[in-house]
């Protein structure tokens, strides 16, 4: 029955009539066409080149009551004046149940070489989130299979987590163990701008057959047009919103909005938008805006998207343009150090910059207490880690720096851990790593004589 309804499927989404336009003029990126202004809308995609001729893509980037500018999903090279432009409508794409397991580019065709089913329902790419005074709040705990994210960091249901970090500090690593790890029903994983030779490494061996098995990665590489790196992002949201609908808790991974923000600012570049902030154009802030508040929680009735943002920070600038307009609507922010990462300890967590907004809410009485000790104590070493390595600290100079000096390296271990337990245990354990802070000094030996 499955298979009926989505042969339906296909045979239903053939459209009867063509809108037909021609390519004018070839300016710079860009094509401009007569023919479509009447027909045509903003965003619209289009097919350029005879039917039975070698065709690409393209999307309808500015429009005037007598032509439309394209922008072609490929380089310009071979295109004449006079080419038929066929309007194929608006953005959309039809997620099916039978993608999970599977790999697709942001038009949902497959790119493992295996058949792929179309759903029966369109979903269009750029789509409104759930009405703000029916969503529901923050759901449960969940499990990460990580002991910093079990304890000190959690993640709950509906949470939207942001990951800064510069190139190769093990970010891809990180969510890979995420989408292995964490509790949810659907993985939704959005690979946007990333070298080709690592879409087969990172979904058999970083990700792994146990990763796939609930997994629907949507790649786009980064040699393909900003339009398509662009739509990679929408392209996997929308996915995760079609199981989000059925009442299912879905975990999208995103690596990473610094490239989708890139691939819109090349778009809006061609479009004619000034640029300011940094080279970004002004759109650019309520893109990333729009796409994070289709994630969170869902309505009565529907599920959850819990999602993790990743976002490259060069030098560590976590003032830059993208990193700064996504921190300000996270529920969290995660930063991943160059210089904890060069030293060994995965995942390069530096806790004392990473903020969790779902606490004290996810954590007990005694939970929030171990949190609150164990920031205090990495908070004290911290501080005098420089006088501790060139000897300058004396003990008994600050009773906090003497505990942390004690803990240090059993609560650093204790961040590069993998938890196959529950919180609970990862708990527990750091209950462990802090007790030798509560454990009183030695006295110092009696240096009084008795007196005959």
């Known amino acids: 029955m499955d298979g009926l309804a989505a042969l339906a499927a296909e045979i239903g989404a053939i459209d009867h009539t063509h809108h037909l336009g021609r390519v004018r003029e070839i300016a710079r990126s860009m094509l401009i066409v007569s023919g479509l202004s009447r027909s045509a809308r903003m965003g619209d995609r289009v097919l350029i080149g005879a039917p039975r001729g070698p065709r690409m893509g393209g999307e309808i980037v500015r429009l005037t009551e007598a032509e439309a500018a394209v922008l072609p999903d490929a380089p310009l090279e071979g295109a004449a004046i006079g080419e038929p432009v066929e309007l194929l409508g608006r953005s959309e794409i039809y997620p099916h149940d ?39 709040r923050f759901g449960g705990r969940l499990e990460t299979g990580v002991r910093a994210f079990n304890t000190l960091l959690p993640l709950v249901r509906g949470q939207r987590l942001g990951l800064f970090a510069g190139s190769g500090v093990g970010k891809s690593l990180l969510l890979a163990k995420f989408a292995r790890g964490v509790t949810a029903d659907v993985v939704v994983i959005a690979l ?5 030779r690592e879409l087969r490494e990172f979904t058999e061996g970083v990700l792994g057959p146990e990763g796939m098995r609930r997994a629907v990665v949507v790649a786009a590489t980064s040699d393909q047009s900003p339009l398509v790196r662009r739509r990679a992002a929408w392209a996997a949201m929308a996915v995760a919103e079609h199981f989000r609908d059925q009442g299912q808790h879905v975990l ?42 289709r994630a969170g929680p869902g309505p009565e009735g529907a599920g959850d998207i819990t999602a993790v943002l990743s ?44 903020v ?10 005694t939970e929030n207490a171990l949190i609150a000790r164990a920031r205090a104590l990495l908070g004290a070493h911290a501080r005098a880690e420089l006088m501790i390595q060139a000897g300058l600290y ?16 059993a609560l650093d271990a204790f961040l590069a851990e993998d938890e196959p337990g529950s919180s609970a245990d990862s708990f527990a354990r750091l209950a462990a790593c802090l007790a030798p802070a509560e454990e009183p000094e030695e006295a110092a030996p009696d240096q009084t004589t008795a007196v005959a």
């Not at 490259?312 to 991943?336: K, Q, Y």
């Open 252 to 293: 999208f991974l995103a690596d990473s909005i610094t490239r989708f923000a890139e691939a819109h600012r090349e778009v809006a570049r061609a479009a004619g938008e000034p640029a300011s902030l940094r080279g970004y154009p002004p759109s650019v802030a309520h893109l990333i805006m729009a796409l994070a508040e």
């Open 311 to 354: 976002v490259l920070v060069p030098g560590s600038d976590m003032e830059e343009p993208v990193a700064d307009i996504l921190r300000g609507v996270l529920d969290g922010h995660v930063v991943l150090d160059r210089a904890i990462a060069e030293r060994g300890r995965f995942p390069a967590v530096d806790l004392l910059r990473s």
């Open 98 to 136: 039978g993608w999970i397991g599977r790999i697709i580019d942001p038009f949902g065709a497959p790119l493992d070489g295996r058949p792929l089913w179309r759903g029966s329902t369109p979903r269009p790419l750029r789509a409104t989130p759930p009405a703000a005074a029916t969503r529901r």
């Open 192 to 196: 946007i701008g990333e070298r080709g």
């Open 356 to 365: 969790s907004r779902s606490l004290p809410a996810a954590a007990s009485e």
């Open 394 to 409: 004396a003990a008994g100079a600050d009773p906090l720096v003497d505990q942390a000096v004690k803990v240090w390296p």
